[in-house]
């Protein structure tokens, strides 16, 4: 496909970077890639680029990253206005008068199927609820959070034992082939969009480390859910009741009813470690003490035995 056009780009993180190589391979004149400012990163806190300015410099496109887009002057120094800007989990919000910079408007790809899981953290929510279907919405930006009208949309399931982390690197391909299939009608303005259905709306904030720590009240196909919402960011993480952290990478809900108060180590041994909820049982099957790497449960068990044990419920 080649299309003439001069497009801007805004996005930050590695979901974005499918998005803009599908745009430089389009043959369009990407004339600026805006990207959030370089920051700490890490262990170390090294000042680290973005993934999407990493790969706007390994095709020699020009980079702008300001602190803020509401600063006086901020659209003269960006330079000549493009005919369209695409938008892929940027980070900051378009004030109005960028809305209008561009001759066809800004476009944004979100990772849901839109008004369902508006914000900031689309995907873990639509794990956190157990969809099975989620996907990506190419939609005209308007002042409000995710609510403007969907040019496309295409949509995926979401596997049974998929992370975040997993399908995360599927929707990221899957904007791009969205984007690339729509862009020389969006281009030619002959595409409609369809108003989204404010009744159907629903909320994605942003996820903290504080959603992460498991409550054994809740059942296991919850927390089974939690696991691998988190995954690979904040980390599932429990405590047990001598005070040791423990995190959670990987879990498995099991067939069978929980007896013993939630939190009880219920059995310890090769296939894991299973522990009692609020309904059912959750096998934890990939764990990582503090300070230490991550391993099989079978691992730890060696090093710490937990007859008798339980977690903070």
Known sequence: MSVSATIAFAGTPQFAVPTLEALAA????????????????????????????????????????????????TLDDLG??????????YGLLLPLQMLAWPRLGCVNLHASL????????????????RDATTGVSLMRIERGLDTGAVYRERSTPIGARETAGELHDRLAVLAAEVLAGALPEL?????????????????????????????????ALELDARVRAFDPWPVAETRLDDGTRLRVWRAEPLDAEATAPPGSVVAAG????????????????????PSGRVMDASAYLAAHPLDGAAFVA
């Open 187 to 219: 281009l030619a303005g002959e595409l409609s969009p369809t108003p989204q259905q404010e009744t159907l709306a629903t909320r994605a904030p942003k996820i903290t480390k504080a959603d992460a720590v498991l409550d054994w009240r809740r059942g």
């Open 114 to 129: 839109l008004p369902r899981w508006r914000g900031a953290a689309p995907i873990q929510h639509a794990i956190l609820a």
């Open 270 to 289: 090769a296939a894991g470690i299973d522990v009692a909820t609020g309904a059912g049982i959750l096998r934890l099957v990939r764990v990582q003490p």
């Open 80 to 89: 000549p206005a493009p005919d369209l800007l695409v938008v892929v989990a």
């Open 26 to 73: 389009s043959g369009a004149d990407v004339n600026l890639v805006l990207t959030q400012p370089d920051r700490p990163a890490g262990r170390g806190r090294q000042v680290t680029a973005s993934p999407v300015k990493l790969a706007a410099a390994a095709r020699g496109l020009r980079v702008a990253q300001p602190q803020t887009l509401n600063a006086a002057g």
